[in-house]
């Protein structure tokens, strides 16, 4: 983790009210905040909400009053233990026209844009959690998400949009780390899960296709010789020879 003096760096690009808290929800440090503020009311209470939210790495809004909020990204350090970085008090301009003096008012795109790289930040830093140590997070997660998603509809957007991060990033590292595309990566854990639904003679392919993640029984069967060199029907015949 960045050291407290370092943490200027760290918030320069974004000028927001920003404050670093560790697993006991204690202040480390802030940046950009006047003393009305820091120790505001609003800042007390949107730590109080906070603690009341399971852990999940990721970004939580918090809303104090109806045009007072926060923002609270949430990891994990590198001795695993949980960490929030805390955006806020601020209001949207297009909710808030009547703004109180101490309060920032921001547009909702420039604040998206900032908790993007924060976490951004965060991901190349290796401070969420890593699902295998052999990969960055990021790319662990990915694949946490394949395994827990893949029965349903994934798609690139969707998965970068669920781990808040680039798109082009996120395809260029996770080839670089595993040696597949992402969806050729999709592909193949889909076929080696259909694999063991073959051994029951009683599953119809359009079944196994369907409860694997595939729309239609065709591509489920073309995807599957493209993989393993044979149809799934001549998979199954020499499984159940066996």
Known sequence: MTSPNNFADFFNAFMLPTSILDHNFNTLCTYKYELNIKNSIYTSKA???????DFVPGVI???????????????????????????????????????TNDILCINKTN?????KLYTFIIENNS??????KDKSPCVSRAIEYIEKNYTNEVSIDMLC??????????????KKETGYTFINYLNNYKIEKSKKLLKNPNLSLLE????????????????FKKITSKTPLQFRESILKH
């Open 111 to 115: 604040l998206d844009n900032a908790i």
């Open 161 to 174: 949009k669920e781990l808040n991060i680039n798109k082009c990033y996120f395809c260029n590292i996770f």
């Open 61 to 99: 809004s918090i809303d104090i009053f109806i045009n007072i909020k926060y923002t609270s990204i949430q990891f994990y350090h590198y001795d695993n233990k949980p960490m929030y970085i805390l955006i806020g008090p601020y209001t949207i301009k297009d909710t808030n026209e009547n703004n």
């Open 208 to 223: 196994i296709a369907i409860a694997v993640g595939f729309n239609n029984q065709s591509y489920y069967s073309t995807i």
């Open 47 to 53: 730590i109080e909400i906070l603690k009341t939210y």
């Open 127 to 132: 401070l969420i959690y890593p699902v295998n």
